[in-house]
C-alpha cells in the first residue's frame, strides 16, 4: 500500500490531467449514437449506460483524488510533477500548492452532482456529452495545476473548446445565438492572451511562472513597461473570463441559454479567471516582482466593486430566473475579486472560502430553476404569473434555502464568507467602499431572490397545471440537494476550511517558497541569467550591464 500511496504521490499532478482524458479517449471509443434514449434501439442504450457508469466512475475517483490533492497540499509542501524529466524553465512543470488543490477539489465536489444530473436525461438530447464533460474537466484541472504561462494559454483553450460545444447541447435557435458570441469573444480574449505572453516573454525570456517572478526582479528601463503592459493586458483576459466589468456582458445570456447541468459547470468557469488573477498577480507579479510589483492594485478593487453593483442590478432587473441566478453569479465574481483586490493575505483567505461558497451555491441554484421551470408550463423559468408547481412546498424549501446562502443570511457559508471579507477589511484604506458595496449587494440580493419566489410560488394561475407535468424525478433532486448539503458542510466545517485558505493565502504571499520548489534553492540564491532589460547594443546584440 505504502509503495501505490508513493507512486500516486509522486504523479499525483499529472493524474489529474490525463484521467479525464483517457476517460474522454474511452468514451469516444465506445461511440455516440446521437439520438434521444430509446430511440436508437436496446445496443444504444446499452452503450449510453455504459458511457454514463464510466464517466461517473472517473468523476468519482477524480473526487477521491483530489481529496488525497488537499490533504498533502495541507502539509505545506508544494509538489512539483516535471513532464519528461526536464528541469524548469526549460521543461513543462505542474505545481500542486494549496490553491491550485482547492481549486481541483472544487471542480471535482461540482462536477459530480452535475453529471448524475446530467444523466438522468439530458445527456441524450446531443452527441458525445460525457466526452466533452471530461475534455472540460481535463482543461479546468491542467488550468489549475500548470506551472506555466503558456501551457495556462493551452488549457484555457481545451476547456474552451468543450465548452464551446456544450453550451450548444440540446441545440436550440438561443443557444446557437449565445454561442456565435461566446465563441467570438473568447477567441478575441485568446488572442489578447497570446499577445500578452509575447509581451511577458519579450521583458523576461522565460514564461515559467515561477522564472518569471524571479526575473522580474532584475528588469530594468523598457524591460519593466513590457512586463507592467504585458501584466494589465493579461488582467484583461482574465477579467473577461471572470467576468469582470466591462466585460461581463456575455455572462448573463450565455449561462441563461445553457441548459441547466452545462450552466451549473460553467459556475466553475468564471473561477479560472479568478483564480488566473490570483495566481499571476499574486505569485508572479507580487510584491517582490520590482517595478512591475502589483501593477494590477489600482484596477483590481474599482473593478470588482463596480461588477458587484452592476451585477446584482442585472439580478433586479431580470425577467426570467435564469438570468437572475447569471446575474447574481457576475455579483458574487464582484465579491471575490474585491478580497484579491485589496492584496492582504486576510482579506484573500476570505476571498477564497467566499469563492468555495458562491461556486457551490450558484451551481445548485442553476438545477433548481430547471426543476422548477419544469413544472410551470408554457412559461418555463420567466418571472411571470404562471402554472402552480407541482411540488410547491418541496421546491420552495429548496429556493429559499439557496436564496438565503445567495443573499448571504446567518448561519449559511455566504454569511460566514462576507463577515470573513469585511473583517479583513477592517482598518484598510478601502474599508468604507468595501463594507458599503458588501451590505449593499446582499441586501438587494435578498430583493431579487424574493421577488423570483412571490412570482413563481405566489402568483399562480388559477388554472391547473397541464396533464402532463410530473414532479422533479428523485435522482435530479438528489443532484441539486447535494449541492445544498455541501453548503450546510461548508457551515460546519467553516473552521478548518478557514485555517486551510489562511495557509493558502499566506502561502501566496510567499512566491519565493513557490519559486525555490520549482527552481530550485540555487536558482534563487545565485541566478545564471540575465533578462533583457530592454537596452539594445548595434546589431541587436544586448549590452552587459555593470
Known sequence: ??????????????????LPLFTAVALLLI???????????GHDDARLRWRRRLSLLSVSLGLLMSIGLVMHAATGD??????????????IALVLDRLSALMV?????VALPVLWYASCGWDSRGRHFHALFQFQLMGLSGAFLTGDLFNLFVFFEVLLIASYVLLVHGQGRERFRMGVHYVVLNLTASGLFLIGLAMLY????????????????QLQGDGVAFARAAALLLLVVFGLKAALVPLYFWLPGTYAAASAPVA???AIMTKVGAYSIIRVHWSVFGEQAGGAALVAQDWLLPAALTTSVLGVLGALAAHSMGRLVAYLTVSSVGTILAGVGLFSPATLSAALYYTLHSTIVMAGLFLLVELMAAQRGTACDRLQPANAVREPLLLGLMMLFGAASAAGLPPLPGFLGKLMILDSAAGLAAQAWVWSIVLLVGFFSIVGLARAGVVVFWHVQPAPADGDVSGASRPMLAAAWAFMALTVAMAVFASPIKRYTDAAATQLADPMAYVRAVLGEEAVTQPTTRPYDGQRAPGGAAKEQP
Open 1 to 18: 500500500m505504502s509503495a501505490i500511496t508513493a507512486f500516486w504521490l509522486q504523479h499525483a499532478p499529472v493524474l489529474s490531467v490525463l
Open 31 to 41: 461511440g455516440d449514437s446521437g439520438g434521444m434514449a430509446g430511440q436508437g434501439g
Open 78 to 91: 508544494i509538489l512539483v510533477y516535471r513532464l519528461g524529466e526536464w528541469p524548469a524553465p526549460y521543461g
Open 105 to 109: 477539489l472544487l471542480t471535482q465536489l
Open 202 to 217: 519579450a521583458a523576461t525570456g522565460t514564461l515559467n511562472m515561477a522564472d518569471v517572478a524571479l526575473r522580474l526582479q
Open 264 to 266: 451549473a459547470l460553467f
